[in-house]
T-cell receptor, first 114, second 111 residues
Framework: DTEVTQTPKHLVMGMTNKKSLKCEQHMGHRAMYWYKQKAKKPPELMFVYSYEKLSINESVPSRFSPECPNSSLLNLHLHALQPEDSALYLC?????????????FGDGTRLSIL | GQNIDQPTEMTATEGAIVQINCTYQTSGFNGLFWYQQHAGEAPTFLSYNVLDGLEEKGRFSSFLSRSKGYSYLLLKELQMKDSASYLCAVSSTDSWGKLQFGAGTQVVVTP
């Protein structure tokens, strides 16, 4: 069990679909992250939100659109994805971005693009 | 940029000790984290080092030498459940909020 909750756990979608991944934490953390992880590879950072503002975008294609509605929630909106986008998408949170507190990860959403 | 190296795979017997090495090159070093990840699960935080020396947490210990750009994670009294991938991750003041992960070391514990 983790304190970062992600839904759905699994998602299968076509290349023309629009879907959203959701992430929630109630630890009072002010930094939230999206990572993409392929099999047998380390997590790759996609986005960082600090105090609900986007602070890092790792040159992610615009078909991925993050949103941080409030300090507890983080969404990732998906549109017109490609088969190579199939991966495990991990959300993480930490107390801040500059204090070197560990990031706590959710269990991830396993995404398959048909 | 950052360059992080760790072995791809290590195999050890139940009850034994395994040491996973991690070397890194980075400017603005600001700490090193170790995470454990079981297949299909989230990475879980194990340890953090920012000063030289050894940090001990039960069966797991982590060591850091900043001058050598070197860390290791020591797993003692190995159990079958310790079979997992172990990720070394470095934080840098050059990019606040960004953890650079190594490729991970797959530890296989055999009976």
């Amino acid at each position: 069990d983790t304190e970062v909750t992600q839904t759905p756990k699994h998602l299968v979608m076509g290349m023309t679909n629009k879907k959203s991944l959701k992430c929630e934490q109630h630890m009072g953390h002010r930094a939230m992250y999206w990572y993409k992880q392929k099999a047998k590879k380390p997590p790759e950072l996609m986005f960082v939100y600090s105090y609900e503002k986007l602070s890092i975008n790792e040159s992610v294609p615009s078909r991925f659109s993050p949103e941080c509605p409030n300090s507890s929630l983080l969404n990732l909106h998906l549109h017109a994805l490609q088969p190579e986008d199939s991966a495990l998408y991990l959300c993480a949170s930490s107390q801040g971005t500059g204090d070197n507190q560990p990031q706590h990860f959710g269990d991830g959403t396993r995404l398959s693009i048909l | 940029g950052q360059n992080i190296d760790q072995p791809t795979e290590m195999t050890a017997t139940e009850g034994a000790i395994v040491q996973i090495n991690c070397t890194y090159q980075t400017s603005g070093f600001n700490g090193l984290f170790w995470y454990q990840q079981h297949a299909g699960e989230a990475p879980t935080f194990l340890s953090y080092n920012v000063l030289d020396g050894l940090e001990e947490k039960g069966r797991f210990s982590s060591f850091l030498s900043r001058s050598k750009g070197y860390s290791y994670l020591l797993l003692k009294e190995l159990q079958m459940k310790d079979s997992a991938s172990y990720l070394c991750a470095v934080s840098s003041t050059d990019s606040w909020g960004k953890l650079q992960f190594g490729a991970g070391t797959q530890v296989v514990v055999t009976p």
